[in-house]
Structure formats: C-alpha cells, structure tokens
C-alpha cells in the first residue's frame, strides 16, 4: 500500500474563516455546490425553494429560486396565501420546465455513471491482462534487450532475402520483351 501524499477528500467545519483571501476561494468553491443542494432538494420534495447570497466583497449578488422568485416571496411572507391564477399558470410552467429539465439530468447522470463504470471495467480489464514486454520497454533488462536484438537483426535477414526475390523477379519480368510486338506497333 502506498503512503497518500496528502490527505484526500474530508469534510471541512464550517466556521468564519479570518483570511478575507480563504474566505473569498471558499465562497467561490461553495456557491454552486449549495445551488446543487438546494436543486436536489427541489427535485426529491418538489417544494418551492429561494437562496439569495452576496459575496464576500459586497459587489454581487447572487440567487436560486423554485419556480419563480414572486412565488418564492409571496410564500414567504404569506404562507397561507393562495396564489391568483397567473402567478399559479407561471409557477406550474416554470415547475414543469425544471421536471423535464431534472429528467433530462437524471438521464444524463445515468449516461456517465455507465460511462464511468465501463471506463472503471476497461481499467480492470487491462490491469488484469498480462503486460508484453514492448508494453514496458523502458523496464526491459539486458537478456531481454540481446533477445529483441537478434530478433530484429533475424527479421532483418528475412526482409533483405525477400527483398532480393522481388528485384530478381521484376528486373527478369522486365527484360523479357513482349508476346507479341505488333500489336504494340499498330496501337503506336
């Protein structure tokens, strides 16, 4: 087993950072795995759903909201209240677009999780099958390397004899003048 070089994936307390630098990386970093949170969230118990957040700095503002943020706000400032026609038209739309959008997601993370199981198979695969020794020439040693080298200096040989029974053949096939040369002369 290998010693890790460093400490891998854990779980960080959340707790005001001092370093006004950490605290801007870790908002940037954060941000979108809590617009993922709370998009989870909306898809397991279709509820309606607001975050609004600005960053450190106080220069952007940022927000998340399920269906629309007037639902969103009238919901929370009246939770009893039922919503008039219009807002219910455009909350339902807006919530129908996030279904087929989460279905759409849901297909696409069942693609790469396949994906990343036949990538993950493929890997075991070729780490159970036997290496040849050209696959990890630069681990070769010297008996080996004399082995490749008179391999090579053999194919070699092979190569240059058939080499010269291919010049034989053609310098004798073309020398040999042609069956019949009138036939060449009335073409001309």
């Given at each position: ?33 809590l ?54 038209l ?78 034989i ?15 060449y002369?009335?073409?001309?």
């Open positions: 087993m290998e010693d890790k070089k460093t400490a891998g994936r854990q779980k960080i307390p959340i707790e005001k950072l001092q370093d006004e630098t950490k605290r801007k990386v870790a908002f940037s970093k954060r941000l979108p795995s617009y993922k949170n709370a998009s989870k969230i909306v898809r397991a118990c279709n509820v309606d759903i607001g975050i609004v957040s600005s960053c450190p700095s106080g220069r952007t503002q940022y927000s998340y909201v399920h269906p629309t943020s007037v639902v969103v706000i009238d919901h929370f400032v009246n939770p009893i209240m039922e919503l008039d026609l219009g807002t219910r455009v909350a339902e739309n807006a919530s129908n677009i996030a279904i087929e959008n989460n279905i759409r997601l849901n297909e696409l993370e069942a693609r790469e999780a396949a994906e990343k199981e036949k990538i993950r198979s493929l890997e075991q695969m070729n780490n159970a099958r036997e290496k040849c020794w050209w696959e990890s020439i630069d681990q070769i040693d010297a008996e080996n390397l004399t082995t490749f080298e008179t391999t090579l200096n053999f194919a070699e040989g092979i190569l240059k004899d058939q080499l010269k029974k291919l010049e053949e053609t310098s004798s096939s073309s020398e040999a003048p042609p069956e019949n040369e009138d036939s002369s009335s073409i001309l």
